[in-house]
Protein backbone atom coordinates (compact mmCIF):
# COMPACT_ATOMS: atom_id res chain seq x y z
CA UNK A 1 0.00 0.00 0.00
CA UNK A 2 1.38 3.81 -0.64
CA UNK A 3 -0.12 6.35 1.48
CA UNK A 4 -0.12 9.60 0.14
CA UNK A 5 -0.64 13.02 1.86
CA UNK A 6 -1.79 16.81 0.60
CA UNK A 7 -0.66 19.66 1.70
CA UNK A 8 -0.63 23.46 0.48
CA UNK A 9 -3.80 24.43 -0.29
CA UNK A 10 -5.11 27.83 0.67
CA UNK A 11 -7.60 31.00 -0.06
CA UNK A 12 -5.67 33.27 -2.93
CA UNK A 13 -6.56 35.98 -4.95
CA UNK A 14 -6.60 35.64 -8.44
CA UNK A 15 -3.10 36.37 -10.08
CA UNK A 16 -1.58 34.75 -6.93
CA UNK A 17 0.64 31.38 -6.70
CA UNK A 18 0.35 28.03 -4.88
CA UNK A 19 2.43 24.98 -4.29
CA UNK A 20 0.73 22.12 -3.54
CA UNK A 21 3.36 19.34 -1.56
CA UNK A 22 2.20 15.60 -1.79
CA UNK A 23 3.90 13.58 0.30
CA UNK A 24 4.39 9.06 0.16
CA UNK A 25 4.82 6.86 2.40
CA UNK A 26 4.64 2.88 2.21
CA UNK A 27 5.60 0.66 -0.71
CA UNK A 28 6.45 3.60 -2.62
CA UNK A 29 8.87 2.18 -5.12
CA UNK A 30 5.92 0.14 -7.02
CA UNK A 31 4.71 3.33 -8.75
CA UNK A 32 5.71 4.33 -11.81
CA UNK A 33 3.94 7.35 -11.91
CA UNK A 34 2.11 10.43 -9.84
CA UNK A 35 -0.58 12.74 -10.46
CA UNK A 36 -2.57 15.73 -9.50
CA UNK A 37 -6.42 15.73 -10.30
CA UNK A 38 -8.99 18.64 -8.89
CA UNK A 39 -12.88 18.39 -8.52
CA UNK A 40 -15.08 21.76 -8.48
CA UNK A 41 -18.16 21.40 -6.60
CA UNK A 42 -21.07 19.87 -8.80
CA UNK A 43 -17.96 18.77 -11.26
CA UNK A 44 -16.25 15.46 -12.82
CA UNK A 45 -13.47 15.19 -11.38
CA UNK A 46 -10.67 15.77 -14.24
CA UNK A 47 -6.71 15.25 -14.41
CA UNK A 48 -4.11 18.38 -14.20
CA UNK A 49 -1.08 16.92 -14.26
CA UNK A 50 1.20 14.19 -13.68
CA UNK A 51 4.83 13.10 -13.64
CA UNK A 52 6.21 9.82 -14.74
CA UNK A 53 9.10 8.93 -12.60
CA UNK A 54 11.19 7.03 -15.63
CA UNK A 55 12.14 9.67 -17.69
CA UNK A 56 10.96 12.41 -16.06
CA UNK A 57 8.11 13.30 -18.50
CA UNK A 58 5.05 15.39 -17.57
CA UNK A 59 1.70 15.94 -18.74
CA UNK A 60 -0.71 18.92 -18.09
CA UNK A 61 -4.27 19.29 -18.95
CA UNK A 62 -4.55 21.94 -21.56
CA UNK A 63 -6.12 24.84 -19.17
CA UNK A 64 -3.06 24.55 -17.18
CA UNK A 65 -0.36 25.22 -19.24
CA UNK A 66 1.92 26.91 -18.84
CA UNK A 67 0.64 28.84 -15.71
CA UNK A 68 1.49 24.90 -13.69
CA UNK A 69 4.51 22.65 -12.83
CA UNK A 70 4.61 19.64 -11.38
CA UNK A 71 8.00 18.45 -10.39
CA UNK A 72 8.95 15.46 -7.51
CA UNK A 73 12.40 14.42 -5.77
CA UNK A 74 14.11 11.28 -6.97
CA UNK A 75 13.43 9.25 -3.84
CA UNK A 76 9.65 8.91 -5.74
CA UNK A 77 8.52 10.10 -1.52
CA UNK A 78 7.33 13.81 -2.80
CA UNK A 79 5.72 15.37 -5.78
CA UNK A 80 4.91 19.21 -6.21
CA UNK A 81 2.76 21.16 -7.96
CA UNK A 82 3.62 25.04 -8.66
CA UNK A 83 0.24 26.69 -9.52
CA UNK A 84 0.84 30.20 -10.72
CA UNK A 85 -1.41 33.13 -12.32
CA UNK A 86 -4.29 31.00 -10.49
CA UNK A 87 -7.72 31.85 -11.74
CA UNK A 88 -11.17 31.25 -9.81
CA UNK A 89 -11.98 28.56 -12.18
CA UNK A 90 -9.21 27.03 -10.24
CA UNK A 91 -10.49 26.47 -7.51
CA UNK A 92 -11.31 22.88 -6.58
CA UNK A 93 -10.14 20.23 -4.27
CA UNK A 94 -7.22 18.79 -5.68
CA UNK A 95 -6.21 15.04 -4.98
CA UNK A 96 -2.96 13.48 -5.35
CA UNK A 97 -2.88 9.84 -6.79
CA UNK A 98 0.06 7.36 -7.43
CA UNK A 99 0.32 5.26 -10.17
CA UNK A 100 1.38 1.89 -10.98
CA UNK A 101 1.11 2.40 -14.83
CA UNK A 102 3.23 2.30 -17.50
CA UNK A 103 0.90 2.88 -20.00
CA UNK A 104 -1.49 6.16 -20.31
CA UNK A 105 -1.33 8.19 -16.85
CA UNK A 106 -3.80 10.99 -17.76
CA UNK A 107 -7.21 9.44 -16.62
CA UNK A 108 -8.16 8.53 -12.69
CA UNK A 109 -8.83 4.97 -13.84
CA UNK A 110 -4.84 4.65 -14.77
CA UNK A 111 -4.32 5.70 -10.35
CA UNK A 112 -4.04 2.96 -7.62
CA UNK A 113 -3.88 5.46 -4.75
CA UNK A 114 -5.38 8.98 -3.78
CA UNK A 115 -5.02 11.30 -1.10
CA UNK A 116 -7.53 12.61 1.11
CA UNK A 117 -7.39 16.40 -1.24
CA UNK A 118 -6.74 19.46 -0.29
CA UNK A 119 -8.73 22.85 -1.10
CA UNK A 120 -8.09 25.73 -3.60
CA UNK A 121 -10.13 28.30 -3.67
CA UNK A 122 -9.28 31.66 -5.69
CA UNK A 123 -11.30 34.44 -5.38
CA UNK A 124 -11.41 37.13 -8.02
Known amino acids: QVQLVESGGGLVQAGSSLRLSCAAS????????MGWFRQAPGKEREFVAA????????YYVDSVKGRFTISGDNAKNTVFLQMNSLKPEDTAVYYC?????????????????WGQGTQVTVSS
Open 97 to 113: AASRSFSMITTSQMYDY
Open 51 to 58: IRWSGGRT
Open 26 to 33: GRTFSTNA
